[in-house]
């Protein structure tokens, strides 16, 4: 599978933000997609990752109650959508895919990356 990432941006600290990651293949309702991120000098972690119905998600800590991920089967297609931005949310983001993955296993190993979108947040 390819993935393609869209929607990254430079906003002000409080401001939103969209990312979409659209991805090629008819089988894409197989797929656990996740949501990395990472900031300058710092590895990379999981912001975000949906199971295949979209009914199972998780969450890093430091965006709970900020960040929503959805996606939509029909379009290929999962989101990021971005709320209550911090300065510490800048990263290059990244979307990935994992056949019959876990959404919510601990280190679950992801295949197929997209190349990165950067979002930055001004203070």
């Known amino acids: 599978v390819q993935l393609q990432a869209f929607g990254g941006g430079s906003v002000e600290a409080g401001g939103s933000l969209r990312l979409s990651c659209t991805a090629s293949?008819?089988?894409?309702?197989?797929?656990?997609m996740g949501w990395f991120r990472q900031a300058p000098g710092k590895e990379r972690e999981l912001a975000a990752a949906?199971?295949?119905?979209?009914?199972?998600?998780t969450y890093a800590d430091s965006v709970t109650g900020r960040f929503t991920i959805s996606r939509d089967n029909a379009k290929n297609t999962v989101y990021l959508q971005m709320n209550s931005l911090k300065p510490e949310d800048t990263a290059v983001y990244y979307c990935?895919?994992?056949?019959?993955?876990?959404?919510?296993?601990?280190?679950?190993?992801?295949?197929?990356w997209g190349q990165g979108t950067q979002v930055t947040v001004s203070s």
């Open positions: 990935a895919a994992e056949q019959h993955g876990r959404a919510t296993a601990p280190g679950q190993e992801y295949h197929y």
């Open positions: 293949g008819r089988t894409f309702s197989t797929y656990t």
């Open positions: 949906t199971a295949w119905s979209g009914r199972t998600t």
